[in-house]
């Protein structure tokens, strides 16, 4: 499966979660399907989405948060896995589409295909951990992880393709201060 068709079944499961999506193609794929103010899209600071993420999740533990990650954004901050580990929010899924390739700066191979990520988070101290890698198995294996108490980590096999997606189109501030709304439960 791409990551862009994989991006599509986990977002066609997802309702009023809080989505922070990490920067890079996998912006433009999650902002491509559905745009909406409760997702975020990092346009900047590579491997930091995990970091935002795991903040919103403490400061809104009624609220499930989702963190769309790439194998290189991970590997660009892996001490947030331990981070998150240790602060045990649960109510943050964290998934993570591992394609083996900085995919959005040139196809540059990433360590994971040496580094099984879902190890490292497992070996951290997430609470529930799961690879998938049959496009089939994922619609279940989310719905499961979304309603287990996290922290939740699910590294998904997808391919190199990478589908002609527009940019996002809402300016940061824009974006911002919808999220912030959003978060609050505040109509747009």
Same mark, same amino acid.
């Given at each position: ?49 995990? *970091? ?34 240790? !602060? ?12 083996? +390739? ?12 040496? +580094? ?10 997430? *609470? +529930? ?10 619609? !279940? ?7 287990? !108490? ?31 709304? *959003? ?6």
């Amino acid at each position: 499966m791409t990551r862009a068709e994989a991006i599509h079944v986990v977002l066609s499961k997802l309702t009023d979660e809080l989505v922070i999506v990490c920067n890079g193609f996998p912006s433009r794929e999650a902002f491509s399907f559905h745009d909406r103010s409760e997702r975020f899209y990092m346009i900047g600071s590579m491997g930091l989405a995990s *970091a935002i993420g795991v903040g919103i999740a403490l400061a809104k533990p009624t609220r499930t948060v989702v963190v769309m990650d790439g194998d290189g954004n991970v590997l660009m901050n892996m001490g947030t896995l331990a981070t998150i580990a240790a !602060h045990q929010p649960k109510n943050l899924l964290h998934v993570v589409f591992d394609n083996e +390739v900085y995919g959005s700066t040139g196809d540059q191979a990433t360590l994971s295909h040496s +580094v099984s990520l879902d190890a490292v988070a497992r070996s951290c101290g997430y *609470a +529930v951990v799961n690879r998938v890698v049959e496009e089939h198995l994922l619609p !279940h294996t989310l719905e499961r992880m979304l309603s287990a !108490h996290g922290p939740g980590f699910l590294l998904v096999k997808v391919s190199r393709q990478v589908d002609d997606v527009l940019r996002v189109d809402v300016a940061p501030d824009v974006m911002t201060k919808r999220f912030m709304k *959003a978060a609050n439960g505040m109509p747009e």
